[in-house]
T-cell receptor, first 112, second 111 residues
Framework: QKEVEQNSGPLSVPEGAIASLNCTYSDRVSQSFFWYRQYSGKSPELIMSIYSNGDKEDGRFTAQLNKASQYVSLLIRDSQPSDSATYLC????????????FGKGTSLLVTP | GAGVSQSPSNKVTEKGKDVELRCDPISGHTALYWYRQSLGQGLEFLIY????????KSGLPSDRFSAERTGGSVSTLTIQRTQQEDSAVYLC?????????FGPGTRLLVL
């Protein structure tokens, strides 16, 4: 069974702080990793993708990947109340046509 | 529109009835996926279509579930003899390169 694990939260951070969201996965040969944001009652939308070890930055978002530790994280700098949502970590199976294996998501609450 | 569309947006049905859910993909995206999201659960992969290849049905939970994709475009997910545990949001996604784009989903409630 290929697992993707996330803390369900809620993770509460004050406005302007850094939010750190973490994800671990069990399929050692997974190659592609994604962070999706899902607002309540809405469909997931892609925030970041990362394929190589290290950091990838896009605006206020930074994805970090450590394949040796099977760990991927998302940092949100200068958190805003509008960032309050559930963040889904997704990992591409190594051999099944790009089907994504999703974690259950971490609920983030940014308080004004 | 430019995005993935799904219909209906909401469906209420009685236990034992059949339902059909529709997905209109983004033009030019050859890969199409169906996922299910139950309350408090992550997204569960159901089925995957890629061009004219045989679909990957490995995620379908039972033989009551089936899907087809006509002409490499529109896809229909059919659930026969619905059960209450089928209640969930059914999401369709299409893929360009490595990125999957999700439709708004169909919220299914089986009474």
């Amino acid at each position: 069974q290929k697992e993707v694990e996330q803390n369900s939260g809620p993770l509460s951070v004050p406005e302007g702080a850094i939010a750190s969201l973490n994800c671990t996965y069990s399929d050692r040969v997974s190659q592609s990793f994604f962070w999706y944001r899902q607002y309540s009652g809405k469909s997931p939308e892609l925030i970041m993708s990362i394929y190589s070890n290290g950091d990838k930055e896009d605006g206020r978002f930074t994805a970090q990947l450590n394949k040796a530790s099977q760990y991927v994280s998302l940092l949100i700098r200068d958190s805003q109340p509008s960032d309050s949502a559930t963040y889904l970590c997704a990992v591409k199976y190594s051999n099944s046509g790009y089907a994504l294996n999703f974690g259950k998501g971490t609920s983030l609450l940014v308080t004004p | 529109g430019a995005g993935v569309s799904q219909s209906p947006s909401n469906k209420v049905t009685e236990k034992g009835k059949d339902v059909e859910l529709r997905c209109d993909p983004i033009s030019g995206h050859t890969a199409l996926y169906w996922y299910r999201q139950s309350l408090g659960q992550g997204l569960e992969f159901l089925i995957y279509f890629q061009g004219n290849s045989a679909p990957d049905k490995s995620g379908l939970p039972s033989d009551r579930f089936s899907a087809e994709r006509t002409g490499g475009s529109v896809s229909t997910l059919t659930i026969q003899r619905t059960q209450q545990e089928d209640s969930a949001v059914y999401l369709c996604a299409t893929r360009l390169q490595e990125t999957q784009y999700f439709g708004p989903g169909t919220r299914l409630l089986v009474l």
